[in-house]
């Protein structure tokens, strides 16, 4: 038992998805998981572990930004020797051959800041995922024929922008889509020598202003989450 999490040491598997959304994570769940059973309620940030295909999973929500997500994933890694954290959720579109539904793996993060910023002090370090979850999540989505780019994303630290001009400048370099997370999440499996993934759905578009519907959203994410399962036990 952590300050954020309530479960015990053996209630985590060495595997973990991350939504943003707890109860997104009580529907990946509930939808994916063999006798699912919640091992964390603290805050109302849900967890669950059961099995996929024989394996143990847990499935651990992180909250909404990198601050949020830093606290789950320094308490998983440290207390609870979490192996493989694969964030599963959704980015906004920034690119045009980008399409609403489509899923994006994250070959790169950049950012303004995050909470490790301060380690680094002047230096622009460059967090990167576990080139196994990788190149396994790309085949599983080829194999399932997911529409899937892999490439740079954003992890933004606020979520009304303010910067429209930092926006035109990521599209301008190729930046495939934008999200709060990932970035922490890959330095700190960079530092704690865990790996880490980011499986992202496409849910909104800041080039068209296209949005995915929210009755459409959870048959939309159901990719993502099994494009992410794939991966951890390819």
Known sequence: ?????????????????????????????????DTPRCINQVRGMLGFTG???GHPVTIQGSGMGMPSLSIYANELIRDYDAQTLIRIGSC??????VSIRDV????????????????????NFAPTPDFGLL???????????????VGGIYSSDVFYDER?????QM????ILGVEMEAAELYILAARYKRRALAVLTV???????????????ERSFGDMVEIALQAAFS
């Open 92 to 97: 906004g579109g920034m690119q045009d051959h």
């Open 1 to 33: 038992m952590t300050v954020h999490i309530g479960a015990a040491k053996d209630d985590i598997a060495p595997t973990v998805l991350m939504p943003g959304d707890p109860y997104r994570a009580k529907w990946a769940a509930e939808t994916f998981l």
């Open 51 to 53: 099995t996929w295909q």
């Open 164 to 168: 429209p001009d930092l926006n035109e």
């Open 171 to 174: 599209m301008r370099h190729g």
């Open 104 to 123: 994006i793996l994250a070959m790169s993060t950049t950012t303004l800041s995050t909470p490790s910023s301060g380690i680094f002090k002047d230096l």
């Open 135 to 149: 190149m396994a999540a790309y085949q599983a989505a080829q194999a399932k024929g997911t529409k899937t780019h």
């Open 203 to 217: 849910s909104d578009h800041l080039i068209t202003h296209e949005a995915l519907p929210a009755e459409d959203r």
